[in-house]
């Protein structure tokens, strides 16, 4: 504080002195009286010593007197006295730089085989008002004054830096904070890409099961200007197969290594390998179709509580095809079916297994395909049919469905 003040009385009393000789006061040829009626130059620095009330300074800060009498700017502690006119000298408002901040951006990283980078200033902030403006440069050369701007990356490998200015309501302009980034040589060498895809559907190295097909691509291999020629596989360092696409599947659970080395043109290679954890198979997922032959093969695909009535008197067909273990494979599959009727005593109870009225003993029981026939009687007692189908893959892994379906009166 005694140093901004000792500063600033050092700067005034230079101030004076210029205008007391620009007015020909204080020269050994100018008479007293030209100064006659002003106070002394040395009350003047008392006074503004003992007025003026210089803030604590943070940082980068302007400092703005009132009248616009006296203009004080505080540019890293650095003080400057521009202008005084009046003796009575009060601090009005402090003004702070807003700081700028860069996103999305880590400093000094390598960008390669990037052509846009999406950046943003989210984080810039002002202490005493809002931030407005933003300017982005690459290598000083302005490129965008959006907030998170999407910049197209230099193709020229090297080192380069993006810098960040923001301004604030008050504008005032925060200093520059930059970030670096490289660009690197183009790879002589290919890349090798591997993916994994089961019926089509693109995998991960821990969802394969023992004896399921799965497709292995080098598709997405490639070689900057040029062309891969071959694609060499390998499994558990022993099996070798040839080409850019392989169906391969595994006996035995744990760990294997697949690796996928490519050629180029050029007759350079480049290796990539996956750690591939086969897991045991989970339980098959069992689907049931329930299709009234008596009325136009209308399909009943839901259950309780809203799915459609079953109508008396008439025969019901269904299958478990679109069953599937978790190879995605829907044969070979055991369907066996079990059904029942059954209704509700007065407290809501389930009592099973009502025989009456519903023919399924002449049924298959074993088969993609089953049926029952319910009868005609609104009398009878059973109200709802119980249909249970158990599927067993050829993994030896089963899973029990049941649906429920209620029988119109």
């Known amino acids: 504080m005694n140093f901004l003040k000792n500063r600033f009385s050092k700067a005034v009393l230079g101030a004076f002195a210029i205008s007391a000789m620009l007015q020909g006061c204080g020269s050994s040829s100018s008479s007293g009286e030209c100064c006659q009626g002003e106070p002394k130059l040395a009350d003047k620095i008392k006074e503004v010593d003992k007025v003026v009330a210089v803030p604590e300074v943070k940082g980068n800060q302007i400092v703005y007197v009132d009248r616009n009498v ?3 700017q505080y540019v890293d502690r650095n003080v400057t006295i521009i202008q005084y006119v009046d003796r009575n000298v009060t601090v009005d408002t402090i003004k702070i730089r807003p700081e700028a901040r860069i996103s999305g951006l880590v400093d000094g990283v390598v960008l390669k085989d ?14 005493d008002g809002n ?3 933003y300017q982005w440069m690459l290598d000083d050369v302005a490129i965008s004054t959006e907030k998170s701007p999407e910049i197209t990356l230099p193709t020229d490998p090297g080192s380069y830096e993006l810098c960040l200015l923001v301004t604030d309501n008050d504008d005032l302009i925060s200093t520059k904070t930059c970030k670096s980034f490289v660009i ?12 994994k895809t089961r019926n089509g559907e693109e995998i991960g190295s821990n969802e394969i099961k023992t004896k399921c097909p799965i497709v292995f691509s080098g598709e997405n291999s490639f070689k900057d200007n040029g062309n891969i020629v071959s694609y060499i596989w390998t499994v558990d360092g022993n099996q070798t197969y040839i080409g850019k696409d392989q169906e391969l599947s595994f006996d035995t659970l744990g760990e294997h290594e697949v690796c996928l080395t490519v050629v180029d043109s050029d007759d350079l290679n480049a290796t990539r390998c996956d750690t591939i954890d086969v897991q045991d ?3 098959p997922t069992p689907e049931i179709t329930v299709i ?21 008197g008439d025969r019901y067909d269904f299958s478990c095809e679109g069953s599937k273990d978790d190879c995605g494979n829907e044969e070979p599959m055991t369907c066996e079916w079990n059904v029942h009727s059954y209704r509700e005593d007065a407290n809501g109870n389930k009592v099973d297994y009502v025989r009456d009225c519903i023919n399924h003993n002449n049924a298959p029981r074993v088969g993609k395909e089953s049926w029952v026939k319910l009868c005609g009687s609104s009398i009878s007692s059973y109200k709802y049919i119980e249909i249970e189908l158990k599927i067993t893959d050829q993994f030896g892994k089963s899973t029990t469905r049941t649906d429920i379906f209620e029988v119109a009166p």
């Open 131 to 133: 931030v407005t403006k």
């Open 184 to 195: 690197p040589e183009a790879n002589a060498n290919p890349t090798a890409a591997m993916a």
């Open 70 to 72: 006296t203009v004080i």
């Open 281 to 283: 198979h989970d339980a």
């Open 114 to 127: 990037a052509t846009l980078l999406k950046i943003d200033s989210l984080n810039s902030s002002d202490e």
């Open 292 to 312: 009234d032959i008596n009325d136009n093969n209308k399909v009943f695909t839901t259950t309780l509580p809203s799915g459609d009535k079953l109508t008396r």
